[in-house]
């Protein structure tokens, strides 16, 4: 990987967001000097995409609400450890999200609900192709994901989406652990070649 | 289980997608993470793929709900930022955390009873649509606190009447306090709260008491060594302390 290429937003949508990223990582510096007019440019651009993937996991709307508020004031806490040099703006607050989704999923009150996503996560990928609509981002996401072996893919839509350890990602698949984590690691490699090339 | 060096490097894409449980198995990836820069970096990478498939999944039927920009917006003022990460910090005093003979070390379960009824009482005092919205906010943090395995309760008399109790999630590096029976102060001072450690920072002022409680007040960010402290200052709040101090409790964190 070309270590230049960190620019998350060329998922967003092309060469306008380009700019749009370097403007969020802008945004987030000025953000950790307790600036609140940037908070508020920050949670607009990326509301979207928080709530979606914290709902994408948990399901819940109301759950998901809640989530995505402490995920949002987190940003704005946190937004002083924010290092560009470790990637995009973006990037950093998706994997906030996505922890903190994955953190109400594991908790233990989340025992019981968890019994029933297993089941409900069954499809994936047609969840996958269902959401995947107008967006040209979207529309390469799920070309991307088309891209790999249906193990692969499942791995990673099952961890991703789904929030299931790859303990258990194993399990459903009935593939060993050794292999469920190489698919995994091979599928993220051919998703970022992919990703990165177009 | 012993893990090989080729099974470590092989976690790195189930590590990106959050996808191992918490404890000895990730504690030992994140430790070789920061000792194994190509991984570091394949995992920088893995990052923008799912990035992608986070913006993947904003779905326009499913837009985040209407109220929960005014409600975070309304928070924000109110949440303290966290100090950047300024180097290592390699000369922390040891501290041993379990030797303060009057700190009552008490399970989570019942930190959530002492609070939760100061927290009710932070929405029954909002008058404003304003100002529920930011209590309720408050609630949400707070609530995640209590909510933490390991929030451990201390209380401590006040200098001059009161007691202060506190909800520390030292992982989360927050707490929330509430006091009951502080002396009422005559207008134009209000009771302030302070993290004192390296620097000293406001960690906010106490709202107005009811029925002797003063609702919850939750602050962040507390460092290696910071005490809770408490003065009395002129209305509005001092940047530093103008007062000594009324309490100064040790935080083990």
Request: net charge neutral; glycine share 8%.
């Amino acid at each position: 990987m070309n270590p230049n290429d960190s620019d998350a937003s060329r998922f967003t949508s092309g060469t306008a967001d380009r700019r749009g990223e370097r403007d969020l990582d802008n945004l987030l510096v000025h953000v950790a000097r307790g600036d609140q007019e940037a908070f508020e440019a920050v949670y607009d651009r990326l509301v979207g995409p928080v709530y979606g993937v914290i709902r994408r996991v948990l399901r819940d709307p109301s759950q998901s609400e809640e989530v995505t508020q402490e995920v949002l004031l987190e940003v704005w806490r946190s937004a002083p450890r924010f290092d560009p040099a470790m990637g995009g703006a973006a990037t950093w607050v998706m994997t906030i999200a996505h922890r903190r989704a994955i953190d109400r999923v594991r908790s233990a009150t989340a025992a019981a609900d968890r019994e029933h996503k297993v089941a409900d996560v069954h499809t994936p990928h047609d969840e996958v192709a269902e959401a995947v609509e107008a967006s040209l981002d979207r529309e390469r996401v799920r070309r991307c994901l088309d891209g790999l072996t249906e193990v692969q893919r499942e791995s990673i839509t099952l961890a991703y989406y789904g929030g299931h350890s790859y303990r258990q990602v194993a399990e459903l698949l009935t593939v060993t652990l050794g292999a469920i984590k190489t698919r995994i690691r091979d599928g993220l490699i051919r998703m970022r070649d992919c990703l990165g090339v177009s | 289980m012993r893990l090989l060096r080729h099974d470590l490097h092989s976690l790195s894409g189930a590590y990106a997608l959050d996808a191992i449980e918490a404890g000895a198995e990730r504690d030992r990836f994140t430790r070789h993470l920061s000792r194994c820069p190509s991984c570091a970096s394949e995992v920088r990478g893995f990052g923008e793929v799912t990035t992608a498939l986070a913006f993947a999944a904003a779905d326009p039927s499913t837009e985040a709900p209407a109220g929960l920009r005014d409600r975070v917006l309304a928070a924000v003022p109110h949440t303290r930022q966290l100090p950047p990460e300024v180097g290592v910090r390699t000369h922390a005093r040891a501290r041993r955390t379990r030797s303060l003979p009057w700190v009552p070390w008490l399970s989570g379960a019942i930190a959530t009873a002492a609070i939760a009824v100061a927290v009710f009482f932070g929405v029954a005092q909002s008058h404003t649509q304003a100002e529920l919205n930011q209590a309720r906010a408050e609630n949400a943090a707070i609530s995640v606190l209590l909510a933490q395995p390991r929030a451990k309760l201390l209380t401590h008399a006040v200098t001059h009447g009161g007691v202060a109790t506190v909800v520390l999630a030292a992982d989360r590096r927050e707490l929330a306090v509430v006091t009951t029976g502080l002396p009422a102060l005559p207008s134009g001072q209000v009771y302030q709260l302070w993290l004192i450690g390296k620097k000293i920072t406001s960690a906010g002022l106490l709202p107005p008491a009811r029925n002797g409680q003063t609702p919850a007040v939750l602050a962040t960010g507390v460092a290696k060594g910071d005490a809770l402290g408490l003065t009395v200052e002129p209305a509005g709040g001092s940047a530093q302390p103008t007062t000594t101090p009324i309490l100064a409790l040790p935080l083990p964190v």
